[in-house]
């Protein structure tokens, strides 16, 4: 049983479309994110989600948009993709938010995503 | 904001010792944490150790804190070729306490 599973896996798309990531955790957790992995291997967070709610947006252009439907939901939208968006971008969620006990991240497979 | 630094390649023959080595600049930063990433993996959760601990042993993994230095290792005992990966160390920080990864250390094992 997968704790966090985010889908697709691999995506290759064309430029300037328009994709999805979907992501989901069965943790129970109250907090979700969603880092991106560059062609360097530099992990970087773009957006966390407590409960609902957006408490990092760090500076990400707008054409990515999170939404979390609800707190074991974290989808990633990325309009009008440009050949930089390529990376691997990683789901993932805690128990907690913020700098507490063991606010331990897990992380999902990670979704590779192309653009060509 | 916090800023995490580790060397980028290690090489080491099968059998010894891999020490990877990690620096912090938040000293509030409460767990520090090892992940682990296989060619064409996700990350996978190592070990992590708590700020006030010195030393955290798990089987043939030593995590090591100089809570004054702010310095972080990871020792790996009789490293095997199946321990080939990237290592990323990991403090909270930032804004929100969100974990902030050092960009990795590519660590290459040699039969």
């Known amino acids: 049983d997968t704790a966090v599973s985010q889908t697709p896996k691999y995506l290759v798309t064309q430029m300037g479309n328009d994709k999805s990531i979907k992501c989901e955790q069965n943790l129970g957790h109250d907090t979700m994110y969603w880092y991106k992995q560059d062609s360097k291997k530099f992990l970087k967070i773009m957006f966390s989600?407590?409960?609902?709610?957006?408490?990092i947006n760090e500076t990400v252009p707008n054409r990515f948009s999170p939404k979390s439907p609800d707190k074991a939901h974290l989808n990633l939208h990325i309009n009008s993709l440009e050949l930089g968006d390529s990376a691997v971008y990683f789901c993932a969620s805690s128990r907690f938010r913020g700098n507490r006990l063991r606010n331990t991240i897990y992380f999902g497979e990670g979704s590779w995503l192309t653009v060509v | 904001g916090e800023d995490v630094e580790q060397s980028l390649f290690l090489s080491v023959r099968e059998g010894d010792s891999s020490v990877i080595n990690c620096t912090y600049t938040d000293s509030s930063s409460t767990y520090l944490y090892w992940y682990k990433q296989e060619p064409g993996a996700g990350l996978q959760l190592l070990t992590y150790?708590?700020?006030?601990?010195d030393m955290k042993q798990d089987q043939r993994l030593t995590v090591l804190l100089n809570k004054k230095d702010k310095h972080l290792s990871l020792r790996i005992a009789d490293t095997q070729t199946g321990d080939s990966a990237i290592y990323f160390c990991?403090?909270?920080?930032?804004?929100?306490?969100?974990?902030?990864f050092g960009k990795g250390t590519k660590l290459s094992v040699k039969p």
């Open positions: 989600y407590n409960n609902k709610e957006l408490i």
């Open positions: 990991a403090a909270t920080g930032g804004s929100q306490g969100n974990l902030i």
């Open positions: 150790i708590f700020s006030n601990m």
